[in-house]
């Protein structure tokens, strides 16, 4: 079975810097797709950022970026700028191509200190 | 508007009261799946359907069962709460090879 780690249960930023956060995985397939998902504190699930394991190059999406070590199992994420609006739980999540399950990390709470 | 929507977005019950928490999305996915959360686990799938009358377990589901008798609409029902199913649950829906869309969520409390 698949399994999602977020070894960094809690970071903390000052604001207009550049954090990263880890995640790493465990599958035997070749073929997946990998998220992170941002949670504010109004709950809700914000798709950030998608990649897909067949594509070489990192995705990115304005001030967020991926460093995606297919070899390594490693997916981490980036944001740079830092903003008070990025203060939320972030899950990176993992999905086979051949079925629409999300297997979770256990999440990282980010703080950004103004 | 695209939407997954999810009903109620807070209860708070009694042990063995039965309950339904509603979810119904208006994209005409034929995915849909129900998660929860639980603090230092992250979300876990506990069941899902391919389309209607097509239901399949996720990881938790004991506790817990589902109906998809209509495309749009997939309830999550505890016959018998207990504490322990004391969670956020989120409903999620999506068509193939996209990414899902998520209900806002409904935390439940079982005393």
């Known amino acids: 079975a698949q399994t999602v780690t977020q070894s960094q249960p809690e970071m903390s930023v000052q604001e207009a810097e550049t954090v990263t956060l880890s995640c790493t995985y465990d599958?035997?397939?070749?073929?997946?797709?990998l998220f992170w998902y941002k949670q504010p504190p109004s709950r809700q699930m914000i798709l950030v950022i998608r990649q897909e394991a067949y594509k070489q190059q990192n995705a990115t999406e304005n001030r967020f970026s991926v460093n995606f070590q297919k070899a390594a199992k490693s997916f981490s994420l980036k944001i740079s700028d830092s903003q008070l609006g990025d203060a939320a739980m972030y899950f990176c999540?993992?999905?086979?191509?051949?079925?629409?399950?999300?297997?979770f990390g256990q999440g990282t709470r980010l703080t950004i200190n103004p | 508007e695209a939407q997954v929507t999810q009903n109620p977005r807070y209860l708070i019950t009694v042990t063995g009261k039965k309950l339904t928490v509603t979810c119904s999305q208006n994209m005409n996915h034929e995915y849909m799946s129900w998660y929860r959360q639980d603090p230092g686990l992250g979300l876990r799938q506990i069941y899902y359907s391919m389309n209607v009358e097509v239901t399949d377990k996720g990881d938790v589901p004991e506790g817990y069962k589902v109906s998809r008798k209509e495309k749009r609409n997939f309830p999550l029902i505890l016959e018998s709460p207990s504490p322990n199913q004391t969670s956020l649950y989120f409903c999620?829906?999506?068509?193939?090879?996209?990414?899902?869309?998520f209900g806002d969520g409904t935390r439940l409390s079982i005393l």
């Open positions: 999620a829906s999506s068509s193939r090879n996209q990414p899902q869309h």
């Open positions: 599958t035997s397939e070749s073929d997946y797709y």
């Open positions: 999540a993992y999905r086979s191509r051949l079925s629409q399950k999300l297997v």
